[in-house]
Nanobody
C-alpha cells in the first residue's frame, strides 16, 4: 500500500486548504486512514482518522469543528478539509494507514503500517 499526500501551501490565518491523500489498493477489510502532523521541534501528533468501510471519523480536539475528513472510494482518495486555519496549525502533514481495530490506539504512530510523504502547511497570522 502506498499513500501520497499533497495540497500543502502557505496561507493566511483564517484561510482554508484541502489536503488530498491518494491510497493505492486499499484492502476490503478493516482499514483506517489518518492524518498526523508534525510542527518544528515537536512530536508527530494525531489529527483525524476515517474508517475506509463506513466512513466513521474521529478528530483531535484541537481541530474538531474546523477540519473534516472524507474519502472517495472509487477514486481511492482521502481528503482533509481544513477551515479557519490558525498559526498553530503550521506543520508537515502526513497521511497514514492502519489495518484492524484502532479505536484505542489511533493516536499512536506505531500502529500505522504505511505512511505517505509529508506536505507542508504554513499559516501566517
Amino acid at each position: 500500500v502506498q499513500l501520497q499526500a499533497s495540497g500543502g501551501g502557505s496561507v493566511q490565518s483564517g484561510a482554508s486548504l484541502r489536503l488530498p491523500c491518494a491510497v493505492s489498493e486499499p484492502p476490503l477489510h478493516s482499514y483506517h486512514v489518518s492524518w498526523f502532523r508534525q510542527a518544528p521541534g515537536k512530536e508527530r501528533e494525531f489529527v483525524a482518522t476515517i474508517k475506509w468501510s463506513g466512513g466513521a471519523q474521529v478528530y483531535a480536539d484541537s481541530v474538531k469543528g474546523r477540519f473534516t475528513m472524507s474519502r472517495d472510494i472509487p477514486k481511492k482518495m482521502v481528503y482533509l478539509e481544513m477551515n479557519n486555519l490558525k498559526a498553530e496549525d503550521t506543520a508537515v502533514y502526513y497521511c497514514a494507514a492502519a489495518y484492524g481495530a484502532i479505536s484505542t490506539t489511533r493516536t499512536r504512530t506505531g500502529v500505522y503500517n504505511y505512511w505517505g510523504q509529508g506536505t507542508l502547511v504554513t499559516v501566517s497570522s
